[in-house]
């Protein structure tokens, strides 16, 4: 990846002011063909959002999307919108207890206007502050009981079952963060008080250790930062078995949403973690043990990204994908989103280029010239994604990012007629996690911040 320099927060507020005069007809035109009471839309096929059964993950980001269009814009409309659709829809997504992605859902509806509301952008009532609050005290605790128990500490298992950690799970940790933030008191058997805390920082832990690699001789195919999108346990007593792969081509290459997942998972939990006082780390060894990991995993991943992606930082979906040698030297150009070959994956440099800006933000203090060069690396990818092609100026296309994919080892993503791979498309993950970036660009760009805990 090639990082420009001199681009400043501030250089991409046109650009900004484009993608939210757009994002705000896509928001309306899906709440149009996807009312309440229809299926969760995925992604698009022929730029109309369709559903694609396999949990309900998407819910929250069409609807958190609101949320975000409130905070970029002050269109008051979408505010009320984001409330109303929560209040109907979301409660379901509190107390589902067979998926992994509560950070998902629920922190992207009541986590946003949550945050809204404590940051004085509205004013909630009573009530309805401790709706939010309640939703999200609960949403954490149920996140937090999906528990599987290794060697010195756990993970949240995957919706594979209590043998599966997956890499992307890491950002649904927002769900416990907010959760232990306001105070909540997660029981087990004979009212045995669990430690939220204690289960984010085992399940980073669980993920820094065995999704991503360091280079130090893990195995074979040890490269510092790449990752795994699942890790395999034994069950009976806890140990590591294997590395694997549901959305990537194997699981010795890096499905690059995954590593994405996991860049922006560590920085903002980085950021959540560095706002507790010194006492809360001391069960788990004092702060600089508990944090450890969680920078070296970030780093890693930012590292690998822009060591290991086209010069404009896009990427294709699994830097292993097998017809990658036939496009050449495909690091020393652009990526093509229209090859014959491989499919570029958008959204996941939608979600990597505010890891990279909040890991850069993170380490201003310690690190100034890595904080530079991660901060940057962040702006420039998204001001790639702010332009054509991946920008999605039509108005007929209910997507807001192009060139995203989904599954590609299953054949989910919909090809052009006449065309051999995936392109065209968006995907709500994609369109919410460019939304996300945005604002945070835009917050930057007016000399200010936000976090998911406000």
């Not at 963060?177 to 909540?184: C, P, R």
């Not at 029981?187 to 669990?194: F, H, L, P, T, V």
């Not at 360091?214 to 590591?240: L, Q, W």
Request: with cysteine; hydrophobic share 35%; charged share 20%.
């Amino acid at each position: 990846m090639k990082i420009r320099s001199d681009l400043k927060p501030a250089d991409l507020s046109p650009k900004l002011a484009r993608l939210w005069e757009l994002s705000a007809a896509k928001i309306t035109s899906l709440e149009t063909s996807c009312p309440p009471g229809s299926p969760s839309p995925v992604f698009t096929v022929g730029g109309k959002y369709t559903a694609r059964g396999w949990t309900e993950w998407t819910q929250g980001f069409q609807y958190g999307s609101m949320a975000l269009q409130f905070d970029a814009t002050g269109e008051k409309s979408f505010l009320e919108l984001c409330r109303d659709r929560t209040l109907k829809v979301m409660a379901p997504h509190l107390t589902h207890i067979g998926v992994h992605d509560h950070g998902f859902n629920n922190v992207s509806t009541y986590g946003g206007l949550w945050r809204l509301g404590r940051e004085g952008r509205f004013a909630p009532s009573e009530y309805e502050k401790h709706f939010y609050e309640l939703a999200l005290k609960c949403s954490g605790a149920v996140q937090a009981a999906r528990w599987t128990t290794i060697p010195g500490g756990g993970y949240i298992y995957s919706f594979n079952g209590p043998h599966s950690l997956f890499v992307d799970t890491i950002r649904s940790l927002r769900a416990l963060a907010l959760s232990h933030q306001l105070g909540h008191v997660f029981q087990g058997e004979k009212d045995e008080r669990i430690s939220l805390l204690g289960r984010i920082i085992h399940h980073a832990h669980a993920t820094a250790q065995y999704a991503v690699f360091y280079g130090k001789g893990r195995d074979a195919y040890d490269v510092r930062g790449r990752t795994a999108h699942e890790s395999i346990f034994n069950v009976n007593d806890g140990s590591y078995r294997c590395p694997n792969s549901q959305q990537g081509y194997s699981p010795f290459t890096t499905w690059t949403r995954g590593l994405a997942w996991a860049m922006l998972g560590f920085a903002e939990e980085l950021e959540f973690l560095a706002t507790l006082a010194d006492a809360e780390f001391k069960p788990f060894g004092g702060r600089a043990v508990a944090l450890a990991p969680l920078l070296e995993g970030a780093r890693a991943t930012c590292d690998f990204w822009i060591a290991s992606t086209p010069v404009d930082g896009i990427p294709y979906w699994d830097d292993g994908a097998p017809s990658l040698h036939k496009l050449g030297d495909w690091k020393s150009k652009p990526a093509d989103p229209f090859n014959p070959h491989e499919p570029v994956d958008s959204s996941a440099a939608a979600i990597a280029c505010q890891g990279l800006m909040r890991l850069g933000r993170y380490l201003e203090k310690s690190d100034a010239s890595a904080a530079k060069e991660y901060s940057q690396a962040g702006l420039t990818l998204l001001d790639r994604l702010l332009e054509e092609p991946y920008l999605a100026t039509d108005s007929k296309h209910q997507g807001l990012l192009l060139h995203s994919v989904y599954h590609r080892p299953n054949g989910w993503d919909s090809i052009p007629k006449g065309q051999s791979v995936p392109n065209g498309e968006a995907c709500q993950w994609g369109d919410y996690h460019l939304r996300e970036a945005a604002l945070l660009a835009q917050r930057l760009a007016n000399n200010s911040y936000y976090t998911f805990f406000a």
